[in-house]
């Protein structure tokens, strides 16, 4: 049976995975981690473009 997971716990995992995934390899492009992110964790574009404005500003 599936669980269903709420939009704004997919969007804090896929910002945990974006940053595990930018310690382990700092100069990975950012761009590259939202996308990988977006399909991994189903991320509408708006969500990915709050993410991407995130990390962007780090």
């Given at each position: 049976?599936?669980?269903?997971?709420?939009?704004?716990?997919?969007?804090?995992?896929?910002?945990?995975?974006?940053n595990e995934k930018r310690n382990l390899d700092?100069?990975?492009?950012?761009?590259?981690?939202?996308?990988?992110?977006?399909?991994?964790?189903?991320?509408?574009?708006?969500?990915?473009?709050?993410?991407?404005?995130?990390?962007?500003?780090?």
């Open positions: 049976m599936a669980t269903i997971v709420s939009q704004s716990e997919l969007v804090r995992k896929a910002a945990e995975y974006i700092p100069n990975k492009d950012i761009h590259a981690l939202l996308d990988e992110a977006g399909m991994r964790f189903n991320l509408t574009p708006l969500d990915q473009a709050s993410l991407e404005r995130i990390f962007s500003e780090k």
